[in-house]
T-cell receptor, first 118, second 114 residues
Framework: DVKVTQSSRYLVKRTGEKVFLECVQD?????MFWYRQDPGLGLRLIYF???????EKGDIPEGYSVSREKKERFSLILESASTNQTSMYLC?????????????????FGDGTRLSIL | AQSVAQPEDQVNVAEGNPLTVKCTYS??????LFWYVQYPNRGLQFLLK??????LVKGSYGFEAEFNKSQTSFHLKKPSALVSDSALYFC????????????FGKGTSLLVTP
C-alpha cells in the first residue's frame, strides 16, 4: 500500500519565519505535489515535481518554494511566513507510466499538515 | 484552461437511500476525471477514475460514477448510502492537452443520517 508521510500533523510558526514542510513517499513515484486546502476553496496546487530536481509552478506559487533532492522526498518552503499562509497543506504522489498515460494514475495523499502562522 | 464545478456545498441523504454528488467540468481535449473522498483530519483517498471506455465507472466502497460527454458531467452515485459515507467529496479533472496537474472542485460535504 502506498504511504505518503508528512512530517508534522500540526505546526505553529510566527510571521517572518522560514518554514519547512516535509513529505516522503515510499512507492518510488515520479510525481509529487503540494496543495493547500482552505474551506470553500477546495484544493489549490502550489508546486509539483515530475522528477528529481525538477519543479513546476502550480496555481498559487507566490511565497513558496520547493526542493526535491531525492526521489522520495519533496519539501515545501515558506520563505517568510505570513498569516495568510495559515492553511492545511497536503502532499501527494503519483506514478508515471509513460507518455501515453501521462498523469492518469491516481494521486495518493498524506494526512496533511495544519499550519498556523501567528 | 480546465475547471471543475461541484454545484452543491452539502448533500443530505437518509441511510439506505441512493445518493448523488454532482460534478461538471471544462477541459481542453479529452477529460480524465477522478473522485476522491476526505474523512475528517485525513488526506484525500482515491475512489474511482474515468479515462476512457465505459461511461459507468465502478470504484471503492460501492461508489460509481457516470461520465456524460454531452453534459460534461461526472456525477458520483451510490445505490444505498451508509452513515459511514459521510465525508467531503472532491471531483478532479485533467485534460489530455494539459500538463500533469489536476484541477479539483471545491468539494461537497455529504451527510448521511440514520
Amino acid at each position: 500500500d502506498v504511504k505518503v508521510t508528512q512530517s508534522s500533523r500540526y505546526l505553529v510558526k510566527r510571521t517572518g519565519e522560514k518554514v519547512f514542510l516535509e513529505c516522503v513517499q515510499d512507492m518510488d513515484h515520479e510525481n509529487m505535489f503540494w496543495y493547500r486546502q482552505d474551506p470553500g476553496l477546495g484544493l489549490r496546487l502550489i508546486y509539483f515535481s515530475y522528477d528529481v530536481k525538477m519543479k513546476e509552478k502550480g496555481d498559487i506559487p507566490e511565497g513558496y518554494s520547493v526542493s526535491r533532492e531525492k526521489k522520495e522526498r519533496f519539501s515545501l518552503i515558506l520563505e517568510s511566513a505570513s498569516t495568510n499562509q495559515t492553511s492545511m497543506y497536503l502532499c501527494a504522489s503519483s506514478s508515471y507510466l509513460g507518455a501515453a498515460s501521462r498523469d492518469n494514475q491516481p494521486q495518493h495523499f498524506g494526512d496533511g499538515t495544519r499550519l498556523s502562522i501567528l | 484552461a480546465q475547471s471543475v464545478a461541484q454545484p452543491e456545498d452539502q448533500v443530505n441523504v437518509a441511510e439506505g437511500n441512493p445518493l448523488t454528488v454532482k460534478c461538471t467540468y471544462s477541459v481542453s481535449g479529452n477529460p480524465y476525471l477522478f473522485w476522491y473522498v476526505q474523512y475528517p483530519n485525513r488526506g484525500l483517498q482515491f475512489l474511482l477514475k474515468y479515462i476512457t471506455g465505459d461511461n459507468l465507472v465502478k470504484g471503492s466502497y460501492g461508489f460509481e460514477a457516470e461520465f456524460n460527454k454531452s453534459q460534461t458531467s461526472f456525477h458520483l452515485k451510490k445505490p444505498s448510502a451508509l452513515v459511514s459515507d459521510s465525508a467531503l467529496y472532491f471531483c478532479a479533472v485533467r485534460g489530455s492537452n494539459s500538463g500533469y496537474a489536476l484541477n479539483f472542485g471545491k468539494g461537497t460535504s455529504l451527510l448521511v443520517t440514520p
